[in-house]
């Protein structure tokens, strides 16, 4: 398994090991049934085209664990992937993206340098909670860049208006599928 793989697993675990907001061990649950409900209710893997080159990324409520969308991404885990982002593509389909993976969670900027197409920029926390959405038109002039700043161990880009088609919102929930037996 290389890093790379291992990175996104990591990502799986600690989005499962998080919980979900309606979990059985949270007050005002309802034990077993719940657990069950909450446990299908937005499993990535049911509708899943993973692989463990291309995981699916699928965005949770934060009070229901509805399913709200999924995307299939690359995963960009190296200086030189991440400089370059999606900037060498022509466009995102529309259950394309691309996932940013750092060892650790802290503060990030990206920009839209040399891109062709507009993207939601998500950033995602160590629990797999959505901290920071930013909807990222493109800019003309790759001098004066605007900043989109966030907090996460994992940025996501989906889309244009990908997240607000689909209801997403800060505190959501990611989950990765299709790293399962690499």
Sequence with gaps: MDWRTLGVVALLVVAGCAGSPLSASEPGTDGD???????TACS?????TATA??????????????????????IADTPDEQYTGLSEHESLGA????????????????????????????????????????????????????????????????????TVERGVEEGDRVVVAGTEGS
């Design 53 to 74: 080159e291309r995981p699916r990324v699928t965005v949770c409520d934060r009070e229901r664990n509805d399913r709200l969308g999924a995307v299939t991404v690359e």
């Design 33 to 39: 049934a719940t657990a069950a409900t909450t446990a």
């Design 95 to 162: 259950d394309e993206g691309m996932l940013f993976v750092y060892p650790d969670e802290g503060r990030h900027t990206y920009v839209m340098r040399s891109m062709d197409f507009p993207i939601d920029i998500v950033y995602v926390d160590a629990d797999g909670r959505i901290t920071e959405i930013h909807h990222a038109p493109t800019e003309d002039d790759n001098e004066d860049l605007t900043p989109y700043p966030g907090r996460g161990k994992w940025v996501l880009e989906v889309p244009y208006n990908w």
């Design 44 to 48: 990535p893997t049911a509708q899943s």
